[in-house]
């Protein structure tokens, strides 16, 4: 463990031991007012000390809560990762207390610092502290971030996030109709068959993704959806250049498949 992360730990574990032996109850733990300790630990460090601490990608792995106990029963036993709360009323303290404090918390930290500095600071600083938490590492505080900013800051997003509920965050902002490249590889099976569904239609992607299906390769077949998207955007004229994709998914959809034969033969019923 590095030097400036232990020492921390140390500070914690003797000043706050109750807290690491899970003696604070959860509820509680927003109203502890005694922290001052914590604050006079951190302004006492350098700046470039604080930031050092608070900046480093360790935060990124940090718990906001944790349950049930730890340590087998034993009473000296103090889990240092049960200080979320403890520290993230700290960082409002000093957000607060001191312009200095509040500019480099908000250009500097990283995970659980990052995630309380958001949630302290105010206004444009808020704003400011979200926009930089977007780049987070760590996936809480770029979640977060996304319900915060600007749509504009969003987009740069879609193509390279790859957390599916940070990806869906920001579908519910930008609209997924403008995600439909990156939903097609979402996680989740309704964001690709949504985007599947909605995509512009490509009959030799369509080929592809059914026969990967056939091959047992694909990790998504929906013959719903492909069959909804070939027959809302085939014209009647270039409808038999697409009879043996329609063949293949002919029985997942009756309604569809009357809309196809239609278009096909120019009868309902066939």
């Known amino acids: ?57 360790h935060w990124n792995s940090y718990p906001l809560y944790c349950y049930g106990g730890y340590g087998g029963g034993d009473s000296s036993f103090i889990n240092t990762r049960r200080y979320f709360n403890l520290i993230s009323n700290t960082v409002k303290h000093l957000v607060f207390s001191s312009d200095k404090y509040r500019k480099l918390f908000i250009k500097e930290s990283e995970g659980i610092f990052r995630i309380a500095t958001i949630n302290a600071c105010l206004g444009k600083d808020r704003l400011k502290a979200a926009k930089v938490g977007l780049k987070s590492g760590d996936a809480r505080a770029r979640k977060l971030a996304a319900g915060l900013v600007p749509v504009s800051d969003l987009i740069p997003m879609i193509s390279t996030e790859t957390r599916s509920d940070i990806q869906n965050k920001i579908s519910n902002r930008v609209g997924y109709l ?88 120019g009868k309902s019923n066939v």
């Open 178 to 265: 403008n995600m439909i490249s990156t939903e097609k590889k979402s996680r989740s099976r309704w964001n690709r068959s949504r985007a599947i569904l909605n995509s512009e239609f490509n009959p030799d992607e369509m080929k592809e993704i059914i026969q990967r299906g056939l091959d047992g390769k694909g990790l998504f077949v929906y013959d719903r959806d492909l069959l909804a998207n070939l027959t809302y955007n085939v014209d009647a004229s270039s409808a038999p250049f697409y009879l043996d994709l329609f063949q293949k998914l002919c029985e997942s959809d009756a309604v569809m498949k009357q809309i196809f034969l239609k278009k096909l033969t």
């Open 1 to 57: 463990m590095k030097a400036h992360i232990e020492a921390f730990y140390n500070h914690l574990s003797t000043n706050f031991p109750e807290w690491g032996k899970g003696r604070v109850r959860y509820y509680d733990q927003g109203r502890v007012k005694d922290y001052s300790s914590l604050v006079d630990h951190l302004s006492s460090m350098s700046l470039s000390e604080l930031k050092t601490l608070i900046s480093d990608k």
